[in-house]
């Protein structure tokens, strides 16, 4: 073989092995294969307790914890904050790990983990469109684009206000809700704000002030509709928080609804009413009325915690109870009738649906 067919197959090699996925630990023969139509429940565990847990629930029960039992030797980490799902693909934010976790939704098998570099602590994402994944990174005050298909970083940092919390993009747009964590940052320039980008080079080209506290962040692009939370601040108990409307052309205030401490919020894609959970249970907005569909008070050993809609019709809710405890996840009708329940990890977070 001559020297120089030899330096190909040697160049060529090493380009295929750049190319191969990181490897997958052993799954220690343990089997999993998801049930059709079932949902991703993730469980944040309890902060900087390396405890995070991914489960599965279906028809015939809920399972867990799928990652540990695919991949027993690089469980979750710490600590999961949110998941979505593209086809057969699962994108789970750690922020303590400072990474986004690809799970394949049918096996659980782990497929790749995207590493934020310096402080990054990846807590809230949102999908632009098939190719473009959005996350917020709390601490660092910026937002990250990675691509949806190649899990490759584009933009690793694009700063943001103060504590960037609930993040939500369209075809043209991102939209980031800066928290400024409450009391604590809240004099600081663009706390309690929303900063609209110009997706094509993420140019800032509008800010909406007046939000104290802002957290949950929803678009509606059939409706031309942007809906966003904003809570109550611990210095000030009289205060409720509240739900606001904005249109997504001209960023007018539509309408504005109080509740009391508001914790998550969806959109029904279906319909564009929009539900959110508080302290005393789950309201929904539909023809611009504010309606009450579950009572329940959050205290002691029962605390709603997070919230979901199945596009087939039920909403999903996690009960955290205690918080050190086994969570719940309840299913409701949309009359805020409960169908069924389950046991799964401590603080169910986030939901992922087929």
């Known amino acids: 073989m001559s020297s120089l067919v030899r330096s190909v197959i040697i160049a060529v090699a090493a380009l295929l092995a750049c190319c191969v996925p990181a490897p997958v630990p052993p799954d220690g023969g343990n089997t999993f294969t998801a049930e059709p139509g079932g949902v991703w429940v993730l469980c944040e565990g309890l902060w900087r307790q390396n405890d ?37 693909t699962l994108f789970v934010a750690i922020n303590g790990s400072r990474c986004i976790d690809v799970i394949h939704a049918v096996s659980g098998r782990r497929i790749t983990r995207i590493l934020l570099d310096g402080r990054k602590e990846p807590y809230r994402l949102a999908l632009a469109d098939d190719s473009t994944l959005y996350c917020s990174n709390l601490n660092d005050d910026s937002i990250t684009e990675i691509d949806a298909r190649t899990l490759d970083v584009r933009l690793l940092h694009v700063p943001v206000g103060p504590a960037p919390e609930g993040i939500a993009a369209s075809s043209s747009i991102v939209a980031v809700a800066n928290s400024g964590l409450g009391d604590l940052r809240r004099t600081e320039e663009g706390a309690g704000s929303v900063y609209i980008y110009r997706r094509f080079d993420m140019l800032r080209t509008h800010v909406i002030d007046g939000l104290i506290n802002v957290a949950s962040i929803r678009i509606d692009q ?3 509709t942007m809906w966003v939370t904003y809570r109550h601040l611990p210095s000030q108990p009289d205060s409720l928080g509240g739900l606001v409307a904005f249109d997504l052309a ?26 959110v959970l508080h302290a005393d249970g789950i309201d929904v907005v539909a023809t611009g009325a504010l309606r009450r569909v579950a009572w329940h008070r959050s205290q002691g050993d029962s605390v709603w915690y997070s919230l979901g809609i199945d596009p087939r019709g039920s909403l999903w809710v996690g009960d955290a109870k205690s918080y050190r405890t086994p969570g719940d996840v309840i299913v409701l009708d949309r009359s805020g009738h409960e169908v069924r329940r389950m046991r799964v990890g401590r603080n169910p977070t986030a939901f992922a649906f087929p």
């Open 52 to 88: 995070s847990e991914l489960w599965f629930a279906s028809a015939t029960g809920a399972t867990g914890d799928v990652v540990q039992l695919m991949n027993p030797e690089a469980p979750l980490g710490d600590t999961g904050s949110d998941i979505l799902r593209r086809g057969d």
């Open 222 to 224: 059939p409706r031309n």
């Open 250 to 275: 001209s960023y007018a205030e539509r309408g504005r609804w109080r509740v009391a401490a508001p914790r998550a919020l969806e959109i029904d894609r279906s319909t564009g009413d929009a539900y």
